[in-house]
């Protein structure tokens, strides 16, 4: 009875919950690579988008791709719950590191294979694939000129 008592304060608290090494709810989009599920900021593992204030250019015009990116992934998820599995401990920004999905598509691919994100190297090779479609593909970020966000950070 206790349990059943818990499952439904879950259920009917959909704002967010911590369960083992999930947390799920209505996020807040920081930017294209980082949401808020209440009190807890999760970066998406394995992928670097553009900072909000970077830019990068296609057909000669400069634009903020790093908005683009944003704006991407507030789209995709609308007012959907999302779950994220964490991977690891938190990085040093004290953000939890995660695979983020909606039902069981993976928001953190569809940002790679979309072309708003690129696969971050450094710490994860499980979306060089999606990255290399959206190269091939020219999406996003590769239908134009731009610096790996990582560069972009050192830069500015």
């Known amino acids: 009875m206790k349990r059943l008592a818990f499952v439904l304060i879950i259920l009917l608290n959909l704002n967010t919950n911590i369960i083992g090494s ?3 709810g209505f996020p807040v989009i920081t930017d294209g690579d980082t949401i808020k599920i209440s009190n807890n900021k999760i970066r998406l593992h394995g992928i670097d988008a553009p900072e909000r204030n970077q830019k990068c250019a296609k057909n000669s015009k400069e634009y903020n791709c790093g908005t683009v990116a944003t ?3 507030i789209k995709k ?6 779950k994220c599995i964490v ?3 938190k990085d040093r920004y004290d953000r939890f590191i995660g695979v983020c999905f909606i039902e069981k598509n993976d928001l953190n691919k569809w940002m790679v294979r979309n072309g708003y994100a690129i696969a971050y190297r450094r710490y994860s090779k ?8 959206a190269k091939t593909n020219k999406l996003g970020l590769w ?5 790996r966000p990582e560069i972009w950070r050192k830069l500015n």
């Open 71 to 73: 704006r991407a992934l």
């Open 143 to 147: 239908s134009g000129t731009f610096l």
């Open 87 to 89: 991977q690891e401990n």
């Open 22 to 24: 999930e947390i799920f």
């Open 77 to 82: 998820i609308k007012k959907n719950i999302v």
């Open 126 to 133: 499980d979306y060089i694939l999606d990255e290399e479609f």
